[in-house]
């Protein structure tokens, strides 16, 4: 069987484990790179080669255990994937060892000492790797397998003699009789490795065939035979001696092989010893293995797949008249017909090779003729044009060589020389073939050379323009997007340049303040005017302060840090300064501002070098306190690190002063619309509309907002609740089934009301224009009622019935036009206020309008009849369950099964069938804004709407109290399921259900809107959680224990205490719900005396209630989801405490004295925070009671409001729970005195002489500071438990300093829980804030493009050319944001170097072309050098630069030599390897500036770049014949390609194409098998073997960038190409030279290319230059291919499995099957040898094992009938029966596998032996999938072989006899589960 063939059969299962195996071994590697006690730490660059020593082994620790993690995911049973993840847990725990080894060694340099973690680790790795083949998926034993034990299993000395070969097989041989007699489960293993060893003795000395098969393969054969009869009759003498007959047979044929290929004068045999170093050795030009010849395709599938690819190929070729595409087309065929003739002649195919070479010549010529083609079209450019044609020269040039040296290559294959030039000519004609298609700009980028050509198109467009020929102006537009513009806005990753929807926060509320301001404009309302302006101001304020107090801040901490050196401070707040810095950076940079965020990029991009430079300084000060020409350099430092933040300042005032304008523009407004003056109010609205507030504020909607949850919808809920209803059932529980039926009728109301919710709400919101209509309302709540129809269609939308969904979809088609026609009518109406007609005609309408809404509610009324009905079978069941009639019961739950809650419930195109896909408004801004109208209506005596409003309050009152008490209800049925499952003796404890239900209560309540319920809520949380701790620890023990009466005690008193907490809570809360229904009667009273006209008497009712109308109070929560920050100090502290602790173990008593204070200081770093934040909030307090008394009519109240808003944020962030539950609590009462302290501020503000105001403000403002001071005093212990822990630290280090270690340990024991007197964990539940994301310079540039169009779309060619100059502006921010021109300045340089290449290649003069090269060097020079770009771009082109010139002098040298030698081949080789590293520094450069590149190493060329860089330091080395440079030339590629192929998979991973994906993973599968090889070579391993190898890696890297970054239509091209050459090559080659491997591997590779055609057909055809329509055929025949390869391969679910081995039963009974043999097979399996007869024993008795099991599986008899018939037709010769027994077979099996993997998944799993059973079935499971399979195709090659093949035979037997065996195995283990696992169920 050929190696493509067996690759197919293994590709399934080898390359994840290979790729685990090399990992593992290059890990080891590195470990005993490492000195286990390394020396001279003291020494620090010591101590950073350790380091660097240590980096690659926890780098590849962490690798392994990815991959580990990885098979784990994988793993078909439980038991395998613990074992995977425990020992991805062991490697992690490993390698964290060893850093703490490394940081131990550096503490105690004396004593480093890192044997013991290196042994740890090493212990790691070989578990894992042992513990991978353990558990890795059966592989096929019919085929060979790679050598046991890795790479690296035995130390490789280079490539062995076939000498050492023949010692290796016969040692095997000699040890299979011993295997057979001992262990004989290991017997085909080694026969495995027998049969590889064999095979490389017979690459090595290229027998004739029938000799070789007479002389060698009949004896290993024989031994073979022998070995399995005598490990099935161990006791058997005969079968003993007939085994050692046959070894001894087998080695004397191996000794005779090696005595035809001595040399003459050698002594051979066992006695003779290998040849000296002086005997003749192989020819150099011997290559390291020969292929197998190749087997016969099956000719059924050859056709097939040929009539597909003749489907594609020439339907696509005719269709592409792009002409890009079309010469993209051209290229693919040729370059992979170079390949092809490369691998053909590799693998000394000369046929195949010569047929390739006809291919790629004709290939060559049509991309040529291609390129004159696009060269005539009258439309292009002369320059674009001379290059064309240049290439088209270029090529055709080419042919000749290329064909000539193939030819000389074919002849004389075994050449190296002949190759090598070969391999030289396709580089050249690939060269070529580039040179003639550039790659394209990348996207986002726009030079401004490219700017510069574009604006010649604009000019164009402008004089076309104002020529009035709008059509030559549009043509000239198009050329300029196409060249620049389109690129440049076109949507890039990373680094704020995306163009997207803009989303920004803080802005939204200043748009929504200058709407009203229009609004209120347009209206001619001056007052509203006048109060809207200072609105307006504050929020600006807001907004424009945080950018300059960041930059004070930032001053503030460098002054900070000035005063710390003058006091002679040893430890300076530098960690400070470094916060402040990143503060300004995260502020400014989340500024809705742009100009504040270029303006402080710049300056942050100023102030990171020169804080370092402060930072630096200071630290030499702090180590010299008395040094002050040190504490004078820090001044200077800090002088020069503040600068930058002033400079900041500075620019961003005019932005202020513009607002300054902008204000005095909006006063004038405001006296215009009082004069009454129109046209100067519009004017003045138009001139302020595009800066309103003088700057530009890009939107970042809700960037406080939490991301909604996504919980599961009420039919998830319902679904859930019902099941356990059909459990207690089962289990004869009546309590638990009545106590679900009200909760189940709880959920379907959530469910059910939700759409007649939206219906109401919807004919609320047209009651509500209505009455603004008639109240005379001029802005009646229009938006309001389209937002509540959107609500509607939302809702109902979103509903999880589908009954609802198609019910509401015909409503909402009625209401659109009536929803239109009523807004038309309201905004007439509103326009003229006193025109009652108008107002009638709203009236009338609103009927119409709600009537189908009525009708909508009755149509969906059955719907919940229907569960009213059901409810009461539930009932009925329940009361059959309770008098212990269970089949009564369970036929009533039958009954409804179907629809139980009277609907059905099925997913919509949201996904969970329930959630709106937007957050609806919090219930308590509900209550809010209904109270507001409730009060409106009783201002204007509307009792009718009083009424109304009512309920609806009621109902969102409830919608707000339920939150917190349903949290507690699930939270109290979770409890009550732990105590269940423990009492029944579930092994599932549903212990993550009760921890979610406990974390679910915890964050709803306490961010419940009411502080009664969030004080509540966490005095419950603080008894819950150890009471549910307890109780999970009780339930547990119960469940392991079921009959121990104790332990369900235990579970009962458990669930007593933790329930208590949760009643208690609810208890709690009860008397606001009384509350609310009496504040409800009052406000039945006011609407009543509003009824009776009793205006005093409705005030007065709501007046009563005005202060807590609902009975509680609500406050806000803002910050209140904040997770807890990672806070470096507290991580600071917890490493100085285990430092200490590590030093009380060494005895280190100094050690720990030092590290005393430094804890004190750490921790009063940590200890300050919420002081500083109370503090804080105190000031602001005080702020503005002094305002106050200074009469100032505009007190801080917005600065007091951020203190507070801080102060809950900031602590809500603390890391410590006691400092954020102490923090709420104080939120909380502050809250209401906060709110009065404001409210009188601004009453006092108002009336500055009132002196009673002022000090009612002082009495407020003290009431609001109580609650603070009782915070401070509230965490004061929290210090004093430090305190005294400290002094307890102390003792432990005097106990240490007397020696006893003892003592001090029992101490730091003590204090070890909670060292620092305060916990440090984080909350649980609470939501992360969204990033902001930013938008960046090519939005701008977008919305001026568009503009300039649009002006040329209306002939305005004034206003285009005023454009021009803010075009050019905004291309320069685009430029300096994406560093397109830098980047460019690089590509000009590649392409330079590539035009040497081009001059070398045809022979020009090389001068020009390197005179290119250094134009651009300079260019790149001047980058450097220029202060306009950013200083890490300059950093970047400096060093590109600096490591260029050197490369650049050698690469001078080598041009000129090859040049000047045209005919030394050596010469032009050294200047082709130099290439690589001269584009080095280059590629280097642009990954580090490119922004869009910096997350994406694949297609930044980077990792690329690296093997190739090092693949070129090999063959230098090789040709330099360096054993030291090859080692390190070979470490390095095996590497360096090792890391690339790690992202390569990652990559993979990622692509979204499932197509692209599996040929992207495919392509470094290809990898890892190269870099396998190249693993087991060495310095002395024959270079021409280590070439043979390496060639291939560039070009499957160049295969995998290209298309990770490739298109649809690209992929379709090359699909296409691919298709167009292997149809030429069918049609040509005869049947024997096609191999099934590369037919099905091409057919593969071509299907995933085409996946992109089929998904996006349309869009393809586009991009090629077709219709979708004359692109449909070449889509149907892709899902063709599609098609045919799944049925090739077999990948089927279990019930398709289970339906077509039924047909194919049935089918093969309606066909002429052959006869069924009857009485027992022809020979015993025992004594059978050829693969008729054994097959026909196994089927044999597989089907005897089936009776005797009472038929435990019609499957396996159906395999057992299939695999008789096989063996009757291969008897028979009838080749078709053959494969159709084959398939058949095969189909049986697979349904097997899937009958037994269902039979495990039935198995509880509870007892060790229920665990083995189950994962013996599953691994049963897999092997049978893979040998159907393996089946399948090798029967289609023994079919297709015109001659006895015993290859095909061999394998096949062998895959037969196992297969036997397993299904053997899986009939055993199925029968043991069914009679006794299962029944005991």
């Not at 298609?437 to 574009?454: C, H, Q, R, T, V």
């Not at 399921?977 to 423990?982: C, G, Q």
Request: hydrophobic residues 35%; neutral net charge.
């Amino acid at each position: 069987m050929s190696g493509k063939t067996i690759r197919l059969l293994q590709i399934v299962y080898g390359a994840p484990l290979k790729r685990l195996k090399i990992n593992a071994d290059r890990l080891v590697d590195d470990i005993n790179k490492l000195e286990p006690q390394p020396k001279n730490l003291k020494d620090q660059k010591a101590q950073q080669k350790l380091l660097d020593d240590v980096k690659p082994v926890t780098d590849k620790a962490l690798r392994l255990e990815k991959h580990l993690n990885d098979r784990a995911k994988l793993a078909e049973s439980p038991q395998t994937k613990q074992q995977l993840q425990d020992a991805a847990g062991d490697v992690r725990k490993a390698a964290q060892d060893l850093v703490d080894g490394v940081n131990k060694s550096f503490a105690d340099p004396d004593h480093a000492d890192l044997r013991k973690p290196l042994d740890a680790i090493r212990d790691a790795v070989e578990k894992s790797r042992e513990l991978a083949d353990k558990t890795a998926p059966p592989a096929p034993k019919g085929l060979p397998d790679p050598v046991k034990g890795g790479a690296h299993s035995a130390p490789s000395s280079g490539p062995k003699s076939l000498h050492d070969e023949i010692v290796q097989a016969k040692d095997t041989a000699r040890a299979i009789p011993e295997v057979a007699a001992k262990t004989p489960q290991n017997l085909p293993e080694v026969q495995d490795r027998l049969k590889d060893e064999v095979e490389q003795i017979r690459k090595k000395t290229h027998p004739e065939p029938e000799q070789w098969k007479n002389d060698v393969e009949r004896p290993l054969a024989n031994q073979i035979k022998a070995a399995r009869d005598a490990a099935r009759a161990p006791n058997n003498p005969a079968a003993k001696k007939a085994l050692d007959d046959a070894t001894s047979d087998l080695v004397k044929a191996l000794d005779d092989v090696e005595a035809k290929r001595a040399p003459p004068g050698t002594g051979v045999g066992p006695s003779h010893p290998p040849a000296s170093a002086g005997a003749p050795k192989a020819p150099p030009g011997k290559p390291k293995s020969e292929p197998q010849k190749a087997r016969l395709a099956d000719p059924q599938t050859k056709k097939k797949v040929n009539e597909k690819f003749k489907e594609i190929a020439p339907e696509i070729e005719k269709l592409i008249s792009d002409p890009e595409k079309k010469e993209k087309f051209e290229q693919a065929k040729l370059k992979d017909n170079l390949q092809s003739v490369r691998a053909d002649v590799k693998h000394h195919q000369p046929k195949k090779a010569a047929q390739h070479t006809k291919q790629a010549a004709a290939a060559a010529k049509d991309l040529a003729k291609a390129l004159k083609d696009d060269a005539a079209r009258p439309d292009i450019t002369p320059e674009e044009r001379g290059r064309l044609e240049d290439a088209a020269k270029d090529i055709e040039a080419v042919i000749p060589e290329f064909v000539a040296a193939a030819r000389d290559a074919i002849k004389d294959d075994k050449n190296p020389e002949a190759v090598a030039d070969l391999n030289d000519k396709i580089k050249k004609l690939n060269r070529a073939a580039e040179r003639a298609i550039p790659k394209p700009p990348p996207a986002g980028k726009l030079p401004k050379e490219d700017w510069k050509k574009a604006k010649d198109d604009i000019q164009k467009a402008v004089d076309a323009v104002k020529r009035g020929d709008k059509a030559a102006a549009q043509k000239a537009l198009d050329k300029a997007a196409e060249k620049a513009i389109e690129r440049a806005i076109k949507p890039n990753p990373g680094k704020g340049l995306l163009d997207r929807d803009p989303a920004a926060g803080p802005s939204d509320e200043l748009q929504k303040l200058w709407d009203k301001f229009k609004n209120a404009g347009n209206r001619g309302d001056p007052e509203e005017l006048d109060k809207i302006i200072p609105e307006i101001e504050d929020a600006y304020r807001r907004l424009a302060d945080v950018p300059n107090k960041a930059a004070d801040n930032f001053n503030d901490a460098v002054d900070d840090l000035v005063d710390a050196i003058n006091r002679g401070d040893p430890h300076p707040p530098i960690q400070a300064l470094k916060d402040e810095f990143d503060k300004f950076v995260n502020d400014t940079q989340k500024d809705p501002s742009p100009e504040v965020r270029a303006a402080a990029a710049r300056a942050a991009d100023e102030m990171a070098p020169r804080m370092d430079d402060l930072i630096k300084k200071a630290q030499e000060a702090a180590k010299a306190p008395g040094d002050k020409k040190k504490a004078a350099e820090v001044e200077k430092a800090a002088q020069a690190a503040k600068q930058p933040a002033n400079n900041f300042k500075n620019q961003i005032k005019p932005l202020n002063d513009n607002f300054e304008k902008a204000k005095e523009d909006m006063k004038k407004i405001a006296d215009a619309a009082r004069r009454g003056d129109k046209p100067a109010v519009k004017e003045g609205i138009n001139k302020l509309d595009d800066k309103p507030v003088g700057r530009h504020f890009t939107p970042n909607r809700g960037p406080g907002v939490l991301p909604p949850e996504q919980p599961t919808g009420p039919s998830d809920e319902l679904q859930k609740l019902f099941d356990k209803f059909k459990k207690a059932a089962d289990r004869g529980d009546p309590n638990t089934m009545d106590k679900l039926i009200p909760e189940m009728e709880k959920e379907y109301k959530k469910a059910a009301d939700r759409p007649k919710d939206a219906a109401d709400a919807l004919k609320n919101a047209v009651d509500d224009l209505v009455d603004a209509i008639k109240d005379g309302d001029c802005d009646p709540p229009i938006d309001e009622l389209k937002d509540a129809f959107d609500r509607f269609v939302e809702d109902t939308q979103t509903d999880p019935s589908p009954e609802v969904r198609e019910e509401a979809q015909k409503v909402a088609d009625v209401l659109k036009p009536r929803l239109d026609d009523l807004i038309k009518k309201a905004q007439e109406a509103a326009k003229n206020p006193g025109d009652k007609n108008k107002a009638a005609e709203v009236v009338r309408a609103a009927p119409e309008f709600k009537k189908p809404l009525d009708q909508f509610k009755d149509v969906i009324k059955p719907l919940d009849d229907a569960f009213n009905k059901n409810k009461e079978e539930m009932k009925k069941a329940a009361d059959a369950v309770r008098k212990g009639d269970k089949p009564a019961a369970q036929k009533v739950i039958d009954n409804i099964a179907d629809k139980p809650f009277g609907r059905n419930f099925v997913p919509n195109k949201n996904g969970r069938g329930a959630l709106p896909p937007s957050k609806p408004d919090e219930p308590c801004d509900e209550l809010q804004k209904l109270w507001d109208k409730f009060k409106n209506a009783g201002n204007r005596a509307d009792p009718e709407k009083m009424n109304k409003l009512i309920p609806e309050m009621e109902k969102q009152y409830n919608k707000m109290a339920d939150k917190p008490k349903s949290a507690a209800d699930k939270l109290k049925n979770a409890i009550d399921d732990i105590a269940d499952a423990a009492k029944h003796g579930d092994s599932d404890i549903p212990v993550r259900a009760l921890k979610d239900a406990l974390d679910k209560f915890v964050k709803d309540a306490t961010t419940d809107p009411s502080p009664e319920v969030r004080d509540a809520a966490r005095r419950a949380a603080d008894e819950l959680r150890p009471a549910v701790a307890d109780l999970v620890k009780a339930a547990e023990d119960a469940a392991r224990n079921p009959k121990d009466p104790k332990k369900a005690a235990a579970v009962d008193a458990a669930v007593q205490k933790a329930s208590k907490p949760v009643e208690q809570f609810k208890q709690a809360i009860k008397p606001l719900d009384d509350a609310f229904a009496k504040n409800k009667e009052e406000m039945k009273k006011a609407a009543a005396a509003a009824a009776k006209k009793d205006a005093p008497g409705t005030k007065q009712a709501i007046e009563k209630i005005a202060d807590k109308p609902f009975g509680r109070t609500i406050a806000p929560v803002r910050g209140r989801d904040a997770l807890p920050s990672d806070d470096p100090d507290v991580d600071e502290l917890k490493d100085l405490f285990d430092q200490f602790a590590k030093d009380a173990d060494k005895g280190n008593g100094k050690a720990m004295d030092d590290a005393i204070p430094k804890m004190d200081r750490a921790y009063q770093k940590v200890a300050d925070k919420p002081k500083q934040a109370a503090e804080k909030l105190k000031a602001a307090v005080d702020d503005v009671v002094k305002a106050v008394k200074a009469g100032d009519p505009k007190p801080p109240v917005n600065r007091l409001k951020d203190a507070y808003d801080d102060f809950v944020r900031d602590n809500q962030k603390d890391p410590s729970p006691e400092i954020r539950d102490a923090a709420a609590r104080a939120a909380d009462e502050a809250f209401p005195h906060i709110a009065d302290l404001i409210k009188k501020a601004e009453e006092a503000a108002k009336n500055p002489q009132d002196k009673k105001k002022a000090q009612e403000v002082e009495a407020a403002a003290q009431q609001a500071k109580r609650p603070i001071d009782a915070f401070k005093d509230k965490i004061k212990p929290l210090d004093n438990a430090w305190n005294k822990n400290k002094d307890d630290l102390k003792k432990a280090a005097e106990e240490v300093k007397k020696g006893n270690k003892p003592a001090a340990k029992k101490i730091i024991d003590q204090v070890a829980d909670k060292p620092f007197g305060r916990n440090f964990t984080p909350n649980k539940g609470r939501g992360v804030l969204p990033p902001d994301p930013s938008v960046g310079p090519s939005d701008e540039l977008k919305d001026l493009w568009n503009k300039f169009k649009k002006a040329a779309n209306k002939g305005d060619a004034a206003a285009m050319e005023k454009m021009v100059p803010d075009l050019d502006k905004a291309v320069d921010k685009v430029d300096k944001a994406t560093n397109a021109t830098p980047i460019a300045v690089a590509d000009k340089l590649e392409k330079a170097i590539d035009a040497v290449m081009a001059a070398q290649d045809k022979k020009d003069n090389i001068a020009p072309p390197l005179k290119l090269v250094k134009d651009a060097l300079d260019e790149l020079d001047q980058v450097a050098k220029s202060p306009d770009y950013d200083p890490d771009v300059r950093k970047a082109a400096q060093r590109a630069h600096d490591d260029f010139v050197p490369e650049f002098a050698d690469f001078i040298k080598k041009a000129k030599d090859a040049s000047s030698n045209p005919n030394d081949k050596q010469k032009a080789r050294a200047l082709e390897n130099a290439v690589p590293k001269m584009k080095k520094p280059v590629k280097a450069f642009k990954a580090a500036v490119d922004p869009t590149q910096a997350d994406d190493v694949l297609v930044n060329d980077k990792y690329g770049g690296d093997v190739k860089d090092a693949l070129a330091d090999l063959k230098d080395a090789l040709r330099d014949n360096k054993p030291e440079q090859i080692k390190k030339a070979l470490d390095n590629v095996k590497s360096k390609l090792a890391d690339y192929n790690d992202n390569a998979h990652d990559a993979a991973k990622h692509v979204d194409d499932p197509g692209k994906k599996n040929y992207l993973d495919r392509k470094a599968d290809d990898l890892d098998d190269l870099l396998k090889e190249i693993d087991d070579f060495n310095p002395t391993s024959s270079p021409i073997q280590i070439q043979d190898v390496i060639d291939s890696v560039p070009d499957i890297i160049d295969d995998i960038v290209c298309h990770l970054g490739s298109d649809a239509a690209d992929d379709l091209v090359e699909g296409a190409a691919r298709a167009a050459n292997l149809t030429a090559f069918l049609d040509s080659v005869d049947d024997d030279d096609l191999d099934l491997g590369d037919l099905l591997g091409c057919a593969t590779d071509l299907a995933d290319l085409m996946r992109g055609m089929i998904t996006d057909t349309t869009k393809v055809a586009e991009s090629i230059g077709t219709s979708g329509e004359k692109l449909t055929d070449a889509t149907k025949a892709a899902l063709g291919l599609n098609s045919l390869l799944r049925d090739l391969e077999g990948d089927l679910s279990f019930e398709e499995a289970q339906t077509l081995s039924q047909q194919v039963s049935e089918l093969r009974a309606e066909a002429k099957a052959p006869p069924p043999s009857s009485g027992g097979p022809p020979v015993p399996l025992s004594q059978a040898t050829t693969f008729e007869d054994i097959t026909a024993a196994v089927a044999f008795n597989i089907k005897q094992q089936c009776e005797q099991s009472e038929n435990v599986s019609k499957t396996g008899s159906n395999v057992a009938i299939e695999l008789s018939n096989l063996s009757i037709s291969a008897r028979s010769g009838d080749k078709q029966q053959m494969l159709l027994s084959a398939k058949a077979a095969s189909a049986h099996i697979a349904a097997f596998s899937k009958e037994i993997s269902a039979l495990a998944a039935k198995i509880p799993g509870k007892t060790q032996q229920e665990r083995q059973v189950q994962d013996h079935l599953i691994r049963c499971s897999q092997g049978l999938a893979n040998y159907g399979t393996q089946l399948k195709i090798l029967t289609s090659v023994k079919a297709a072989s015109i001659e006895e093949s015993k290859d095909t035979d061999e394998s096949l037997s062998t895959i037969a006899t196992d297969l036997g065996d397993l299904i053997s195995q899986a009939l055993t283990s199925m029968s043991i589960t069914n009679t006794i696992i299962l029944k005991a169920k």
